[in-house]
T-cell receptor
Framework: GAVVSQHPSWVICKSGTSVKIECRSL??????MFWYRQFPKQSLMLMAT?????????EQGVEKDKFLINHASLTLSTLTVTSAHPEDSSFYIC????????????FGPGTRLTVL | DAKTTQPTSMDCAEGRAANLPCNHS???????VYWYRQIHSQGPQYIIH???NNETNEMASLIITEDRKSSTLILPHATLRDTAVYYC?????????????FGGGTRLMVKP
């Protein structure tokens, strides 16, 4: 199946700093990518839908000014957590789908963010 | 998208078949049933999906009832590496541009 990568796989930062997470589709082009957040022992929660060349669509309750999403190309979307706080510590996962075909989503391996 | 109901957890003996049920009684005619699994601290992995016919691939089989209100994912010979949370998701259209909505899933524990 198609491969989606994320970088970094884990990051530890101080409170108040910003962290950028990259999501890349390695062998296919993705006009749409999705960003999820997962807290311990909970399910994945969709944060936003990232569309290449346009503004992201955020889910209710997700602050767009805090979680900046840029989808500059068909293979790269970035999520920047600005002014991170300990409550932002979570597992962040991106996904992308191939155009047409069977409609399945391919997920990245996730990024573990710990804010001290 | 229609809501799904899955048991919170299940155990299975290694080498035996694991049968994971899912109820989706409000599924619409154009919604597919997708199964994903998530091994601890990894991103979800696609397993299989179907509309109304039973499906089989190298990972699993998917049995969908005739009325489409429920389905069962079958792992024919479970191994310890199949221990994971399994998510049943119903989704409008066969379109990669549509998001996936995750419920609680079933935590499958495969035991030696």
């Amino acid at each position: 199946g198609a491969v989606v990568s994320q970088h970094p796989s884990w990051v530890i930062c101080k409170s108040g700093t910003s962290v950028k997470i990259e999501c890349r589709s390695l062998d296919f082009q993705a006009t749409t990518m999705f960003w999820y957040r997962q807290f311990p022992k909970q399910s994945l929660m969709l944060m936003a839908t990232s569309n290449e060349g346009s503004k992201a669509t955020y889910e209710q309750g997700v602050e767009k000014d805090k979680f900046l999403i840029n989808h500059a190309s068909l293979t790269l979307s970035t999520l920047t957590v600005t002014s991170a706080h300990p409550e932002d510590s979570s597992f962040y996962i991106c996904s992308a789908g191939t155009s047409g075909g069977r409609g399945e989503q391919f997920f990245g391996p996730g990024t573990r963010l710990t804010v001290l | 998208d229609a809501k799904t109901t899955q048991p919170t957890s299940m155990d299975c003996a290694e080498g035996r078949a694991a049968n994971l049920p899912c109820n989706h009684s409000t599924i619409s005619g154009n919604e597919y049933v997708y199964w994903y699994r998530q091994i601890h601290s990894q991103g979800p992995q696609y397993i299989i999906h179907g509309l109304k016919n039973n499906e089989t691939n190298e990972m699993a089989s998917l049995i969908i009832t005739e009325d489409r209100k429920s389905s069962t994912l079958i792992l024919p010979h479970a191994t310890l590496r199949d221990t994971a949370v399994y998510y049943c998701i119903v989704r409008v259209a066969n379109n990669a541009g549509n998001m996936l909505t995750f419920g609680g899933g079933t935590r499958l524990m495969v035991k030696p």
